[in-house]
């Protein structure tokens, strides 16, 4: 008996410390877990962070060039020669686009207000201040104003056939006067693109003389005298698109001047009529 007492003693002393040492490794384990998932955690903050962190530019930063420093290379690449008459073709144009702008906007006023003033005056028989009216204001529709008056205001001048006859004189003469220049600025649309092509036409010629130098066809051989004729085309035709685009607004501005100056002969003439200075 005593030896069936030790033995279920000893059995039971050694299933309560194989448990014990399973709860002490069960209590363990999550402990453990715990360190390795606060150091997991504690990773990936770090990661987090470096990630977030601004990462320096270690290459150097290449500075980009400007568009005039752009169209230099460019120019010089071209061949300067032919690239300089493209160039004195631009800047003569603008110069005459320029120069029609400003002569057609100082020479737009205001149609009705200065008929309705000049008809006021006419209808008052101060036909004197109505011709230093229209002296005193710019433009062509001022000056079929004032050779109007002028011919109202003579004593064998002042008959209706004389008058229109005048009015359509001096239209004539402000019409041409507005078209002044503009023949030079179709001239240098034409010229642009004309002297790109011709700079083509070179570059061909001598990207052949390089082959026949040496013998081959290679790209290396024919892209010096390629690149010359393409950059003179580029830039011709951009010239004459630059100068179109003025060409066009001149236009318009031409066109509105020529209307208004007709809505003004018609006014004088009405006005004309209706005065007591006039021959009937």
Not at 165 to 180: F, S
Not at 200 to 209: C, H, L, Y
Not at 254 to 264: G, K, P, V, Y
Request: hydrophobic share 50%; proline share 2%.
């Amino acid at each position: 008996m005593k030896k069936l007492f030790a033995i279920v003693a000893m059995v039971a002393a050694c299933s309560f410390a194989s448990t014990s040492s399973v709860m002490a490794q069960e209590e363990a384990a999550p402990a453990e877990a715990a360190v390795v998932d606060s150091a997991a955690v504690d990773s990936v903050a770090e990661a987090e962070a470096v990630e977030a962190a601004p990462v320096e530019d270690v290459t150097p930063v290449e500075e980009e060039e400007n568009l005039h420093k752009t169209l230099k290379t460019k120019f010089i690449e071209g061949d300067a020669g032919f690239m300089s008459l493209v160039a004195i073709a631009l800047v003569l144009g603008l110069a005459f686009c320029i120069e029609r702008v400003v002569y057609l906007s100082l020479a737009q006023v205001n149609t009705r207000k200065f008929c309705a003033d000049m008809a006021a005056l006419v209808a008052a028989g101060k036909i004197d201040q109505a011709i230093a009216k229209a002296k005193a204001t710019r433009g062509p529709v001022a000056q079929l104003g004032r050779k109007a008056m002028e011919c109202l205001n003579s004593n064998d001048q002042n008959d209706m056939a004389t008058i229109e006859r005048t009015i359509n004189m001096e239209a004539e003469v402000q019409g041409a006067y507005l078209e002044e220049n503009c023949s030079w600025i179709t001239l240098f649309i034409a010229m642009a693109p004309s002297l790109g092509f011709l700079g083509t036409v070179i570059g061909m010629v001598m990207a052949f003389d390089d082959i026949q130098k040496a013998g081959d066809i290679s790209p290396t051989v024919v892209a010096g005298g390629m690149k010359v004729a393409l950059i003179t085309t580029i830039f011709g035709i951009v010239v004459a698109l630059i100068l179109q685009v003025f060409y066009n607004f001149i236009l318009a501005r031409i066109e509105a001047l020529t209307s208004n100056m007709e809505e003004a002969a018609q006014e004088l003439l009405v006005m004309c009529v209706r005065s007591d200075k006039s021959k009937k």
